[in-house]
Nanobody, 122 residues
Framework: VQLQASGGGLVQAGGSLRLSCAAS????????IGWFRQATGKEREFAAT????????YYEDSVKGRFTISRDNAKNTVYLQMTSLKPEDTAVYYC????????????????WGQGTLVTVSS
């Protein structure tokens, strides 16, 4: 399955944005899908993930309560609704099919795509 993130843009602090992750190929509904983000000069970090049916979600502590991940398997799409955005949320956001190794989520296919840039101004 190939995934492409979109929906990024420039938003003021406190604002909201919804990202989309569209899948092509087969098997989308067979994977956990996760969102990661990478700020300039920093390592890529996990943000959120959702189970195959959408019944379970997991969030990194810094986004918990502000971000909501959801999915529509009929549309082969995963969403990340981001609210109360902060300047420190500024990053390129990527989506990927994920699995857990130990206590960490990782990209199963180790291919990231272009991502979508979110810029939060103060």
């Amino acid at each position: 399955v190939q995934l492409q993130a979109s929906g990024g843009g420039l938003v003021q602090a406190g604002g909201s944005l919804r990202l989309s992750c569209a899948a092509s190929g087969r098997g989308f509904s067979s994977y956990f899908i996760g969102w990661f983000r990478q700020a300039t000069g920093k390592e890529r970090e996990f943000a959120a993930t959702i189970s195959m049916s959408g019944g379970r979600t997991y969030y990194e502590d810094s986004v918990k309560g502000r971000f909501t991940i959801s999915r529509d398997n009929a549309k082969n799409t995963v969403y990340l609704q981001m609210t109360s955005l902060k300047p420190e949320d500024t990053a390129v956001y990527y989506c990927a099919a994920v699995a857990m190794r130990g206590s960490n989520w990782y990209n199963i296919f180790d291919s990231w795509g272009q991502g979508t840039l979110v810029t939060v101004s103060s």
